[in-house]
């Protein structure tokens, strides 16, 4: 099982980006999907998560400016990220809770993204 992310980059103050997220491998089914991120020197802190029958938890930080959904069919998550502010620069990684084929329940990390936000 592999998770594999897009769409990280610089973008000024009050800019815009979309990061997506796509597993892949012999997946049965996908639990929690979701975004983490850290910012240099603080620890690694949550973004948004959605279950599979979409409901989602998203921290204060960044309520209200970003969004995150999920294309099952797609096996894909996406964080979509409105009125990014500098405090807003960290490296994104998506999560996943995934059960295999072989039964195995395990959370996956995919690899992360830089996401700098200018002033």
């Known amino acids: 099982v592999q998770l594999q992310a897009s769409g990280g980059g610089l973008v000024q103050a009050g800019g815009s980006l979309r990061l997506s997220c796509a597993a892949s491998g012999r997946i049965f089914s996908i639990n929690v999907m979701g975004w983490y991120r850290q910012a240099p020197g603080k620890q690694r802190e949550l973004a948004a998560t959605?279950?599979?029958?979409?409901?989602?938890n998203v921290a204060d930080s960044v309520k209200g400016r970003f969004t995150i959904s999920r294309d099952n069919d797609k096996n894909t998550v996406y964080l979509q990220m409105n009125s990014l502010k500098p405090e807003d620069t960290a490296v994104y990684c998506c999560?996943?809770?995934?059960?295999?084929?072989?039964?195995?329940?395990?959370?996956?990390w995919g690899q992360g993204t830089q996401v700098t936000v200018s002033s």
């Open positions: 959605i279950t599979r029958g979409g409901r989602t």
């Open positions: 999560y996943a809770e995934i059960a295999t084929f072989a039964g195995r329940l395990s959370d996956y």
